[in-house]
């Protein structure tokens, strides 16, 4: 039976996906945790009220083995550790703690407010553009993908331009760190806390700037942002700070270069959204389909919870492998296609439920403006390279360089 995570795994997870699907696609692996890798079984974890997203919910003697390993080590202390357990992100608890962090957040980073950004990441697009245009061969990830979000979310954020490589540098670390930790070497999980320990040193000067200061960024809407008359805590505005970095960055960075890719892949499509803009709607759908930039998520079982052929018991932990969902023939027609025009697209991207991506409008919009203006400003598109490179991470798949030449229309 195939495997998830051997070597090569995360260079072409496609054919291991199709091969589970086929011969386990509801299974326990060896290390202990479960795996659903069919739409309609990811569809029903992720929207079971069984299904905890909070990993202390995981009953010890079903741990999974390496799942949960602590580090003492890095820069972090023991009282700032305890500090992050209590104060991890909505993303890592149920109702009604989740429920109301996440009512909270949502009141600062409204759909108006998102909008409003289209003008500023329009103008960013072109900023970039015009940089790579001089240039004539750029790594598309670098150059365009990878500085669009980090812009994006830092300005939201009120982070000074000045720091935005510190931002980018401690993004890397933490997206690589939602990886499964017995995915992860002893030194990655003392690179995380030292990460944490050191963008906790910087948030916190930036908060008591706020409060001298209050503007009109994130931090500020965060800061002032009210429910029943309860407030974020320190701690939780923390929290939270990590999690938009990690999720409106890395995932929309991953969505963009593997559209690029995807596109120069697939010419017929490169050039059926060159002649007919209109499409970038569900174009947009389909590369979150096609692409996947979250390729999985996990939930601790607080029941039973019954899927297509087995029953996965409770205090077990699951794997959803989404990405695998996406591809799943008996939800989408030709799922290896790639086909910008595709209406019935019922994707996984942005997962289902309580915890659907909060971040997902802003990811829709820096994408809908990113690609098609690329289109519209580029007479050719052309990797420099058969061979194509992706980052050591699991959860968030994404390219590591996408070398491309490129030509103005």
């Known amino acids: 039976?195939?495997?998830?995570?051997?070597?090569?795994?995360?260079?072409?997870?496609?054919?291991?996906?199709?091969?589970?699907?086929?011969?386990?696609?509801?299974?326990?692996?060896?290390?202990?945790?479960?795996?659903?890798t069919g739409h309609a079984d990811c569809l029903e974890v992720l929207r079971s009220k069984a299904a905890s997203s909070d990993g202390t919910n995981i009953d010890p003697a079903a741990m999974p083995d390496g799942l949960g390993r602590?580090?003492?080590?890095?820069?972090?202390?023991?009282?700032?550790?305890?500090?992050?357990?209590?104060?991890?992100?909505?993303?890592?608890?149920?109702?009604?703690?989740?429920?109301?962090?996440?009512g909270l957040v949502s009141k600062a980073f409204t759909p108006r407010m998102v909008e409003g950004l289209r003008p500023r990441i329009e103008g960013m697009v072109d900023e970039l553009l015009?940089?790579?245009?001089?240039?004539?061969?750029?790594?598309?990830?670098r150059d365009f993908a990878y500085p669009l979000p980090i812009r994006v979310i830092c300005e939201m954020l009120g982070v000074p331009e000045s720091d935005r490589d510190l931002f980018s540098g401690w993004s890397a670390v933490l997206a690589k760190g939602l990886d499964p930790e017995f995915l992860q070497p002893d030194d990655a999980i003392e690179e995380r806390f030292?990460?944490?320990?050191?963008?906790?040193?910087?948030?916190?000067?930036?908060?008591?700037e706020r409060r001298r200061a209050p503007g009109d960024d994130l931090l500020s809407r965060l800061a002032l942002a009210e429910d029943d008359g309860e407030v974020l805590t320190e701690g939780q505005m923390f929290s939270t700070a990590i999690l938009l970095l990690v999720a409106g960055h890395e995932t929309t960075v991953n969505l963009i270069s593997g559209g690029v890719l995807a596109l120069a892949q697939h010419r017929d499509q490169l050039a059926a959204w060159r002649a007919d803009p209109s499409i970038t709607g569900t174009a947009v759908e389909e590369l979150l389909r096609f692409v996947s930039p979250v390729q999985l998520t996990g939930r601790a079982l607080l029941d039973d919870i019954e899927v297509s052929t087995a029953t996965l018991p409770k205090g077990h932990f699951v794997l959803a492998l989404i990405a695998s969902g996406n591809r799943d023939p008996a939800a989408f027609a030709d799922p290896d296609q790639l086909d910008l025009s595709r209406t019935e697209n019922r994707h996984l991207g942005f997962g289902f439920g309580l915890h659907h991506c909060l971040g997902a409008p802003l990811a829709r919009l820096e994408t809908a403006i990113a690609l098609p203006r690329l289109l519209e400003r580029?007479?050719?598109?052309?990797?420099?390279?058969?061979?194509?490179?992706?980052?050591?991470?699991?959860?968030?798949?994404?390219?590591?360089?996408?070398?491309?030449?490129?030509?103005a229309a």
């Open 1 to 36: 039976m195939a495997q998830l995570f051997d070597p090569g795994f995360i260079d072409d997870p496609w054919p291991r996906y199709a091969a589970l699907r086929d011969s386990a696609p509801v299974h326990r692996d060896p290390r202990g945790f479960w795996v659903v």
């Open 70 to 102: 602590q580090s003492g080590g890095g820069d972090m202390s023991d009282e700032m550790a305890q500090a992050m357990a209590d104060n991890r992100p909505f993303l890592f608890r149920d109702p009604p703690e989740h429920t109301k962090l996440r």
């Open 130 to 141: 015009d940089a790579a245009y001089e240039r004539g061969e750029i790594d598309v990830v």
């Open 194 to 208: 030292a990460v944490i320990g050191a963008f906790s040193e910087y948030f916190f000067g930036l908060m008591a």
């Open 378 to 407: 580029t007479a050719s598109l052309e990797l420099l390279s058969d061979r194509v490179t992706y980052r050591d991470n699991v959860v968030l798949r994404g390219l590591a360089e996408l070398a491309v030449h490129m030509s």
